[in-house]
C-alpha cells in the first residue's frame, strides 16, 4: 500500500520560514501527482499547491504565490513546500496528497482528485 508522510511543521515566527516534507512510499514519483492542502481550524480545506509528475507543472493559491515554492525530488520520492514570509493566517494542519498521472498532465488543487493522503502536519505562525 502507498502512503504519505508529511513533516516538517512546527511553530514558527510570523515572518519565519519552514520547510515540509512529503515521504511517499510504495510507489514511484514517477507518474505521482503531489498537491499540498490546508486546513485552518473552522475552515474548509484548501488547495495551496500542486506539483505535476516529474515536476512538468505547478501551481499555488493565490494567498501562498510568491512565497511558497513546491519542489521535488523524485529520486526520493519527496516533495517539499517551502513556506517564506509566513502569517498567522497560515496557521493550519498542512497536508500532502497524491494521484496518479500516467500522462504528466497539469496539476490541479481540487482535493476530489487525490486518492492517497497524509496525517497531516500543524503549522503555527505566531509570535
Known amino acids: 500500500q502507498s502512503q504519505l508522510v508529511e513533516s516538517g511543521g512546527g511553530l514558527v515566527l510570523p515572518g519565519g520560514s519552514l520547510r515540509l516534507s512529503c515521504a511517499a512510499s510504495g510507489v514511484t514519483s514517477d507518474f505521482l501527482t503531489i498537491g499540498w492542502f490546508r486546513q485552518a481550524p473552522g475552515k474548509e480545506r484548501e488547495g495551496i499547491s500542486c506539483?505535476?509528475?516529474?515536476?512538468?507543472?505547478?501551481l499555488y493559491a493565490d494567498s501562498v504565490k510568491g512565497r511558497f515554492t513546491i519542489s521535488r525530488d523524485n529520486a526520493k520520492n519527496t516533495v517539499y513546500l517551502q513556506m517564506s514570509s509566513l502569517k498567522p493566517e497560515d496557521t493550519a494542519v498542512y497536508y500532502c496528497a497524491a494521484y496518479l498521472d500516467i500522462f504528466r498532465q497539469m496539476c490541479n488543487l481540487s482535493p476530489l482528485k487525490y486518492k492517497i493522503w497524509g496525517q497531516g502536519t500543524q503549522v503555527t505562525v505566531s509570535s
Open positions: 506539483v505535476g509528475a516529474r515536476g512538468g507543472s505547478t
